[in-house]
């Protein structure tokens, strides 16, 4: 059995969703008898200094596989977490390197173990002292290689922690852009509209839809491809297939899209095509789903629950954010209460609320918060009046003919007469940002 200590580092995107992305892969290889890891720590960049900080951490496992093999699993976990380095010692999403393999000294062109130039850099000495402040490096223990380090260098590597009390504090202001890469919408500062069928039945019926939204200012197109339905004799979407028909609708009308993922086996799926994740009501704890999505480099937008108060909606957000996704989007979707006449009761004074508590963007959905079509247009607009940074409606060309939640849909003159009625509003009202 082999001991190898790995170095893993990053500081683009989702810097430690990308970290534990890659622990877990290790972790879960099949040639991978015990994983160990250090802290994490944040580090000023070394060698090309023009770029964002670093987040390192350390990792010590015991295997059975030989040096070019560790190095090829290395490698392998770089490509699938989509590396992108564009000059030497640039920006990069994740590197994995060998640091030391047993005792072994290892020079061949691809390999070289220990790295030259190891005591030099105080952001793989520290997280290896976690593991083991004793490791001998040429003559010295590593532990004495960091202390000769100036006091400057080793000053600069902190723990990386997020504040226990304000698990958002790091989240940033979230940008959409379309599929050529311009810019489209930015939540906090512009009205975000998102707009489609509540499920894609077909690829006619989603590009119609698509372009007609489009043409009339939605920012954002929805489709679900996966559907959660109360019975499983009610059509649950066309899945695979409809995934490919927003791909499609995706490239030819330019337009970002949110859909919704439900099981975390169908993430890689949904990441192709998804600008927005969507996690839905009924999921809104499956916490291991939320931890999966929490460690992407995508918004990800959290329905609440069907019944769940404010402070579960917020600790469900906390799990997203634990794992490093700095941009996340909360959607009030209407509650289950005693009223008998809507599908749910949209709480409106839960747009504020959210806003002064997290800080996080809040999106409304009337077309579940009401479930009746004539009131999806009042309660959008109440929302946007009470402070929500835009609202997500269902929209089809015959609602009555809908597969799954026609009542709620609006037709396309409803959605344009709400889209003039918006302009109009958004004129008018002037409320306090929380």
């Given at each position: 059995?082999?001991?190898?200590?790995?170095?893993?580092?990053?500081?683009?995107?989702?810097?430690?969703?990308?970290?534990?992305?890659?622990?877990?892969?290790?972790?879960?290889?099949?040639?991978?008898?015990?994983?160990?890891?250090s802290d994490i720590y944040e580090t000023k960049a070394w060698g090309y200094t023009e770029?964002?900080?670093?987040?390192?951490?350390?990792?010590e496992i015991e295997t059975d596989l030989s040096p070019q093999e560790v190095l090829l699993l290395c490698q392998s976990i770089e490509q699938k977490l989509d590396r992108k380095r564009t000059i030497k010692w640039g920006p990069r999403t994740i590197d994995v390197d060998v640091l030391f393999f047993n005792e072994m000294e290892i020079n061949e062109e691809n390999l070289k173990v220990p790295h030259p130039l190891i005591q030099e850099r105080g952001f793989v000495l520290k997280p290896?002292?976690?593991?083991?402040?004793?490791?001998?490096?040429?003559?010295?223990?590593?532990?004495?290689?960091?202390?000769?380090?100036?006091?400057?260098?080793?000053?600069?590597i902190e723990r990386y922690e997020t504040h226990p009390h304000n698990v958002f504090e790091r989240q940033k202001s979230i940008?959409?852009?379309?599929?050529?890469?311009?810019?489209?919408?930015?939540?906090?500062?512009?009205?975000?509209?998102?707009?489609?069928?509540?499920?894609?039945?077909?690829?006619?019926?989603?590009?119609?839809?698509a372009e007609f939204v489009k043409s009339r200012g939605a920012n954002i197109l929805r489709g679900g491809a996966f559907k959660p339905r109360t019975s499983p004799k009610s059509f649950s979407g066309l899945k695979h297939e409809g995934v490919e028909i927003l791909k499609e609708v995706r490239?030819?009308?330019?337009?970002?899209v949110i859909t919704e993922?439900?099981?975390?086996?169908?993430?890689?799926?949904?990441?192709?095509?998804?600008?927005?994740?969507?996690?839905?009501?009924?999921?809104?704890?499956?916490?291991?789903?939320?931890?999966?999505?929490?460690?992407?480099?995508?918004?990800?937008?959290?329905k609440r629950g069907l019944s769940a108060t404010i402070n579960e909606w917020i600790c469900s957000a906390?799990?997203?954010?634990?794992?490093?996704?700095?941009?996340?989007?909360?959607?009030?979707?209407?509650?289950?209460?005693?009223?008998?006449?809507?599908?749910?009761?949209?709480?409106?004074?839960?747009?504020p609320v959210i806003k002064k508590e997290t800080g996080l963007p809040v999106i409304a959905d009337p077309s579940h918060g009401t479930g009746v079509r004539y009131l999806v247009e009042p309660m959008a607009c109440a929302s946007i009046a009470c402070g929500s940074d835009g609202f997500m409606v269902e929209v089809h060309p015959k609602p009555e003919e809908a597969?799954?939640?026609?009542?709620?849909?609006?037709t396309f003159d409803m959605f344009d007469d709400l889209m003039k009625k918006i302009k109009s509003i958004e004129s008018a009202i002037k409320y306090k940002k929380y």
């Open positions: 059995m082999n001991k190898v200590y790995l170095g893993l580092g990053t500081n683009m995107g989702n810097r430690l969703g990308y970290l534990n992305r890659a622990c877990d892969i290790l972790e879960r290889s099949e040639h991978i008898f015990s994983f160990n890891r770029q964002p900080d670093f987040l390192n951490t350390c990792a290896m002292m976690d593991l083991d402040e004793n490791i001998k490096l040429r003559g010295k223990t590593i532990k004495e290689h960091f202390s000769a380090l100036s006091d400057e260098d080793k000053n600069s940008k959409i852009n379309n599929v050529n890469g311009e810019h489209v919408a930015e939540f906090g500062k512009d009205t975000i509209v998102i707009a489609g069928p509540c499920a894609i039945e077909s690829y006619e019926q989603l590009m119609r839809t490239k030819k009308t330019g337009m970002p993922l439900m099981d975390v086996r169908d993430l890689e799926l949904i990441y192709d095509v998804a600008d927005i994740i969507q996690i839905g009501s009924r999921n809104m704890q499956n916490f291991p789903l939320l931890q999966e999505v929490g460690k992407q480099d995508k918004p990800v937008m959290l906390e799990y997203i954010a634990l794992e490093g996704n700095e941009k996340i989007i909360m959607c009030e979707r209407g509650i289950r209460t005693y009223n008998d006449y809507t599908r749910n009761t949209m709480d409106l004074a839960a747009i597969l799954s939640d026609g009542e709620q849909s609006l």
